[in-house]
């Protein structure tokens, strides 16, 4: 193994890879696309970004191809990788991985998502295929300028996000899409998660940074702030620096389903409540309600405007009264109800264990199979569905389940949903254009407030909490947010 590592700043961060915004509109698609490496055999080169947890899981589903590089800022929660592929180059940061490995022919990134957009560009503009965790980015912006940047250099985009794989997923769809539960102006969905601790302010206790890891690489192009355990290896997803708390994490599993049956867009309407929120984590628990426009008809289903109800930290809907049913206790992790005007279908995470229900009583569906399957999609075969696509030419090439074109309108919900839920105090639906990614209807001088709620305490027999509330410009935090500002060493996407 070789030691390969460098403080945050890189002269020019790969200055012959990064092309500005402009030249996406210079260089056509025919042009670029195929200019890919295909590796010298049947398999792939393949370097991974991020190897501890689910980096270790997409690198243990990908036996049949060739690791050539392992690259983490953490080598002590990347030790299993180190030690099953001891024979491949070791890195700490990426962007010294990815200007020295000249052969590398396709990228897994399974780094926390504020670091998804910086990695998945470097590599795409080196003309490398890319694989990346679910959520595939962080902001909206970061969202597009990825999706345009897989088409620009014709290269195989896969997010990890096995759902869309998924047989059942594909079975919802196929059934919705018969008109056997009649149109769809409704649905549920609702999480368990959060699993780990949300809704708090940044922990003020000192802590040492763990000699394994580099935390400058670790924060990469976030806003730095000191040290602690609780943001890494797993409690980041709390952190608006980091994650987008639990929505981010579990809605793009329970909502593939949703999204493919549906066929949504991004919505163009969002109202958002929640407990105590502020601007450092996640609230412990919200509900957030998403409005969509009405699609193309399909031949037995009607698509009208449907509302998308989301519940997570506890939060369940109510179960309709015409299902027979005891109770939601079968999908205590989680679910989606999907009601029709004819019956209703519910399913858990990933759309496994479904049922429909019409006139009150479970029904068995025999519909006619639209969709081709995929082997094994939970077992490895998502990852090698984005394998099959990365060798296959340009020319007659099928994208693989979760590719950037079909996840983008997903992340972007989820993305503008986080948004919603801090600015709550508006106290109004907000109007979303995706064209012009704003809220139409915030002005520039709108504000929304943040109470800050301290210790609980007494007064003259009569309890009280200390507690403050700052206001903030709604406008400017929602250019920020679709477009974050990347800090020093760290070039704008």
């Known amino acids: 193994m070789t030691e390969h590592k460098s403080t945050t700043s890189r002269r020019d961060f790969l200055k012959s890879s990064i092309v500005g915004i402009s030249a996406l509109s210079i260089l056509p698609s025919t042009v670029i696309a195929g200019l890919g490496h295909p590796a010298p055999s049947d398999k792939l080169n393949i370097a991974v970004i991020g190897v501890g947890g689910v980096g270790f899981r997409n690198l243990s589903n990908l036996l049949q191809e060739n690791i050539v590089a392992l690259c983490d800022v953490d080598w002590n929660y990347g030790q299993k990788a180190l030690r099953r592929w001891s024979m491949a180059k070791r890195y700490t940061d990426f962007r010294i991985m990815l200007e020295k490995e000249n052969e590398i022919d396709a990228v897994v990134i399974a780094t926390p998502d504020h670091s998804h957009s910086v990695a998945a560009m470097a590599a795409m503009q080196l003309q490398k295929h890319v694989y990346v965790q679910a959520p595939m980015a962080h902001a909206v912006f970061e969202a597009r300028r990825m999706t345009e940047t897989a088409r620009v250099y014709g290269v195989v985009s896969q997010v990890g996000n096995q759902s869309a794989s998924g047989n059942e997923n594909r079975d919802i769809a196929e059934i919705i899409w018969s008109g056997a539960i009649g149109e769809i102006n409704e649905v549920h969905a609702w999480t368990d998660e959060p699993k780990w601790k949300q809704g708090d302010f940044y922990p003020t ?12 690489l ?7 702030i000191p040290y602690h355990s609780t943001y890494t290896p797993f409690g980041w997803r709390a952190w608006w620096n980091f994650g987008n708390g639990a929505l981010a994490s579990m809605g793009p599993h329970l909502l593939e389903t949703v999204f ?5 867009n991004a919505p163009v ?3 958002a409540s929640s407990t105590s929120v502020n601007l450092q984590s996640a609230p412990k628990a919200q509900k957030i309600i998403f409005g969509f426009s009405k699609r193309n008809n399909l031949p037995n289903l009607a698509m009208p405007p449907v509302n998308l109800y989301w519940y997570d930290g506890g939060l369940k809907p109510e179960l309709p009264d015409n299902i027979e049913l005891n109770s939601l206790k079968n999908y205590a992790e989680g679910g989606v109800i999907f009601r029709g005007s004819k019956g209703v279908l519910i399913c858990g995470p990933e759309g496994r264990d479904y049922t ?26 998502h990852e090698h569905d984005w394998v099959r696509a990365c060798k296959e030419s340009a020319n007659n090439r099928l994208m693989p389940s979760a590719c950037f074109d079909t996840q983008i309108a997903l992340s972007e919900t989820l993305l503008v949903g986080a948004m919603a839920v801090r600015m709550q105090s508006l106290g109004k639906k907000l109007e979303w254009d995706s064209a012009q990614t704003r809220f139409v209807n915030i002005n520039n001088y709108e504000e929304f407030e943040i109470s800050h709620t301290g210790d609980l305490y007494i007064q003259n027999g009569i309890p009280k909490f200390d507690s403050e509330k700052t206001k903030y410009n709604a406008s400017h935090f929602v250019d920020q947010t679709v477009r974050p500002l990347y800090r020093s060493g760290w070039n704008q996407i």
């Open 205 to 216: 206790d000192e802590m040492r940074v763990p000699k394994d890891l580099d935390w400058e």
């Open 218 to 224: 670790f924060i990469g192009p976030a806003s730095k």
């Open 260 to 264: 493919r049956a549906l066929k949504l």
């Open 269 to 271: 309407k969002v109202e």
């Open 356 to 381: 429909v229900v019409i006139n009150g009583l479970p029904v068995n569906m025999n519909v006619e199979k639209q969709l081709h399957r995929i082997e094994n999609p939970y077992d490895g075969g």
